[in-house]
Structures are given as C-alpha cells and as structure tokens.
T-cell receptor
Framework: KQEVTQIPAALSVPEGENLVLNCSFT??????LQWFRQDPGKGLTSLLL?????REQTSGRLNASLDKSSGRSTLYIAASQPGDSATYLC????????????FGRGTQLTVWP | KAGVTQTPRYLIKTRGQQVTLSCSPI?????VSWYQQTPGQGLQFLFE???????NKGNFPGRFSGRQFSNSRSEMNVSTLELGDSALYLC?????????????FGQGTRLTVV
C-alpha cells in the first residue's frame, strides 16, 4: 500500500511569498505523482504530473519536483496570490496498480492580501 | 474538449435507500475511477473500470458497486444507504500513455444521507 503524508496541514501567508508544500510517500515503486488543487466543495483540478523518470515539472508559477530515492515531492508556488487559496493534494500510484491514486490529506493554503 | 461530467451534483437520500451516480469521462478516455471524500478519511479509492471491466477495487463493502458502459460512461451504485455514506463522490477520467497515467476529476456528487 502507498502511504502519502503532506506537511504542513495548513499554511497562512501574505500575498507575494514563495511557498513550498511537501509530500512524502512510502512506496518507492511510484510511477506517477500528481498535484491537485481543490476549492471548497468542488472537484480536483490537476496541476502537475511527474512521472518516475522525471525530476520536475513546471507550469507558470508552479514547480513540482520528485525524488524517488527519498520518497518526497515538493510543490513550489512562486509569488503567491489570494487566488491561490485552496487545498493542495498530492497523490501517487504504484507500479502494480497504475492509475489507482493514494492521496495525502492535503495542505490548506490561505494567502491574504 | 469537454471535461468530466458527474450527475447529479447534489443528492439527499434516506437511510436504507439506494442511489446511482453517473460519470461521463473525457472523450477518448477508456478508464474511470471513483473516489469517496469525507472529512474524516480524506480521499478513498472505490474502484476503477477500464473498457467495461473492473480492474482495481478498494476496501469498501459490497454495497458499493459500479459498472461501465461501452461508451465509457460509468455508474456507481450504493445500496442500503447508511449515514456514514454521506460524502463527496468524485469520478476521475484517466489518460493512459504507456506507464503515464494522468487523472482528471469531475466536480463530484455531494450525497447526504438522512
């Protein structure tokens, strides 16, 4: 089974700060690691996908890295904005069950003006 | 192209009843997964269907079942509803390319059991 832990559980920062959200997983046989964003009462929006053969992915102000050897992924958010306020979830699969995602409990981010 | 569509968005049911939720994946995707999200347990995997066959199943009782049709649309059924089944049910449409598997989620169905 893949256990996924996210730290911190909650984060409150002023606008403009650069942020790092952490995700750790127990099973190094991970093939796909995805970061999602969830607004209250809504579904999940895919932000970035990193395959096990990759080290990082970038999209706009977001950068995600993956280190399989240490079982860690980080999501870096540059120049945070109030619109970034949401819960950020990471999820990974296992080689034997591609597509079945194991989720962390998320980091609830609040960016205040 | 259209995203993942889940219907209905909201449901209120009474204990003991059954419910059917629907999910239409992104056009061309053959795989659909279902998840249950609650404040206490977070996101829990229910099952995955690929080309009308269930190929992964989570640790939920047999009251939770699903199926997939030839057009890739999927339904999830919960029988004999319990209060604890109140949750946000999310469907994911999965794009496979070799060992790359990317999930795209719908807006969910909020089920309240009273």
């Amino acid at each position: 089974k893949q256990e996924v832990t996210q730290i911190p559980a909650a984060l409150s920062v002023p606008e403009g700060e650069n942020l790092v959200l952490n995700c750790s997983f127990t099973d190094s046989a991970i093939y796909n690691l995805q970061w999602f964003r969830q607004d209250p009462g809504k579904g999940l929006t895919s932000l970035l996908l990193i395959q096990s053969s990759q080290r990082e992915q970038t999209s706009g102000r977001l950068n995600a890295s993956l280190d399989k050897s240490s079982g860690r992924s980080t999501l870096y958010i540059a120049a945070s904005q109030p619109g970034d306020s949401a819960t950020y979830l990471c999820a990974g699969d296992r080689g034997s069950t591609l597509g079945r995602l194991y989720f962390g409990r998320g980091t609830q981010l609040t960016v205040w003006p | 192209k259209a995203g993942v569509t889940q219907t209905p968005r909201y449901l209120i049911k009474t204990r003991g009843q059954q419910v059917t939720l629907s999910c239409s994946p992104i056009s061309g995707h053959r795989s659909v997964s279902w998840y249950q999200q609650t404040p206490g347990q977070g996101l829990q995997f229910l099952f995955e269907y690929f080309s009308e066959t269930q190929r992964n199943k989570g640790n939920f009782p047999g009251r939770f079942s699903g199926r997939q049709f030839s057009n890739s649309r999927s339904e999830m059924n919960v029988s004999t509803l319990e209060l604890g089944d109140s949750a946000l049910y999310l469907c994911a449409s999965i794009a496979y390319q070799g060992q790359r598997a990317e999930a795209f989620f719908g807006q969910g169905t909020r089920l309240t059991v009273v």
